[in-house]
């Protein structure tokens, strides 16, 4: 499949398109892969699966053309965001009288500190006092209706308030303390003006349906509630081999909503239900090769086993004498071993003969290059798939100019399994 679209392997155009613009995640892919995916098929699929659904790009893409999908997201905080951005029968006079209820409730409190008294320290450190005051009462505003869809509604567009009022630009993954930002502060008038872009959205809508379910969910693990043999399509963008603590990186939000209040929380109640993706997701202590031989994983991928282990000595080696002392060698073998597990679910998932897209990245931790995409194909074999095929979108890796940084040459790829 030709891939024509530049900037396919991220969250770029979804700036740009109604709905998947609703929340600001720089770790994405373009709502046009799964447009293009679709026509070059030729004909609608009955249902898509996502085990990675994120914020929603492919369950959304698939709302919009009247398809129905099926999403496993393992965070809280990111199934509300999806749920959210999927309900679109919001009756605007009523959002109207909601509003209008947040904003008595945020006037009468305004000259208080008591909201304040609890506050997230990192919170206390990204916005100024009126303004996380200003934050924190609509949250607590919005706690008060009765209606779940309308809470999600109005949460969804407080986290982008959170972005917008903030002092530093919040990019997810990253807080950009070397910058501030201009016109930060006037919480309540960036809400209001947020909950009506978004009902403006609604209205463009080509219907008002849900199309879509997501479920709280490890794609890890089987899914009861999704049947065998399902979906004919599936397209996703997993979590790359490359540090990046999937777990941390919505800290903000997940400390603001208080979903979680520390580093322990993030750990315990975040981190375990996630692909391991980070150095962070694991004690070192607690890895034994030898065990690993004996896993599911490594018994069904004898040969892919055979290239793993020698990277893994090499890593092993250099992880020790860097001053990170960063344990790629223990990521590396549990991302490949928990990504098996999440093939085989999308196997049993999909029906015969069906395809998966998955956008994915090659790696090079500490300048060991890891073809990680082409493993992925070869897991995928190994769980009932016939076929892979790999499609490079583009090269990357260029634009870090660190002199401790590898210069390996990186591709991001589609790769695509029948």
């Not at 939000?253 to 692909?275: A, G, M, P, Q, Y």
């Amino acid at each position: 499949m030709n891939i024509p679209i530049e900037n396919i392997g991220s969250a770029k155009d979804n700036a740009y398109s109604a709905i998947h613009n609703w929340y600001k995640f720089t770790a994405g892919f373009s709502y046009k892969l799964v447009d293009l995916i679709i026509d070059v098929l030729g004909e609608n699929p009955t249902s898509i699966f996502e085990p990675f659904a994120g914020c929603g790009t492919t369950l959304v893409a698939a709302q919009k053309r009247g398809i129905h999908s099926i999403g496993n997201e393992s965070q809280q905080l990111m199934c509300n965001i999806i749920n959210a951005k999927l309900n679109w029968d919001i009756d605007y006079t009523r959002c109207q009288e909601y509003i209008t209820g947040i904003y008595d409730y945020v006037s009468e409190r305004q000259t208080s500190d008591d909201v304040l008294a609890e506050s997230h320290e990192l919170l206390k450190s990204l916005y100024d006092k009126e303004t996380l005051k200003t934050l924190y009462l609509i949250r607590d505003a919005i706690r008060l209706i009765d209606n779940q869809k309308y809470e999600l509604f109005f949460n969804l567009a407080l986290s982008q308030t959170l972005h917008k009022s903030a002092l530093h630009p919040i990019a997810v993954p990253y807080i950009v303390r070397s910058k501030n930002i201009v016109n930060s502060g006037d919480a309540w008038g960036k809400f209001s003006s947020i909950v009506n872009h978004m009902l403006a959205d609604l209205e463009s809508m080509p219907h008002h349906q849900r199309y879509a379910k997501v479920y709280k969910a490890d794609s890890r693990k089987r899914n009861s509630s999704i049947e065998d043999d399902s979906c004919d399509l599936c397209i996703t963008s997993p979590p790359y081999l490359n540090n990046l603590d999937y777990g941390e990186v919505s800290k903000v939000h997940t400390h603001f909503f208080e979903l979680t209040k520390d580093w322990h929380d993030i750990t315990e109640i975040v981190r375990k239900e996630l692909v391991t993706g980070a150095t962070t997701h694991y004690r070192d202590c607690d890895f034994d090769l030898d065990e690993f031989r004996k896993s599911e994983f490594a018994i069904n991928n004898k040969a892919l086993m055979k290239e793993l282990e020698p990277r893994y000595m090499y890593l092993q080696k250099y992880s020790s004498e860097r001053h990170g002392k960063k344990s790629f060698h223990i990521l590396m073998m549990h991302y490949f071993e928990d990504m098996y597990h999440v093939l085989k679910e999308m196997r049993r998932v999909l029906k015969s003969g069906s395809r998966a897209y998955l956008i994915l990245g090659n790696s090079a931790p500490y300048g060991a290059y890891i073809p990680t995409t082409q493993y992925l194909g070869e897991i995928a074999t190994s769980v009932g798939f016939s076929e892979y095929r790999i499609d490079k979108i583009r090269s990357r890796g260029h634009k870090w100019k660190i002199k401790t940084r590898h210069n390996v040459e990186l591709s991001e790829n589609i790769l695509q399994l029948s």
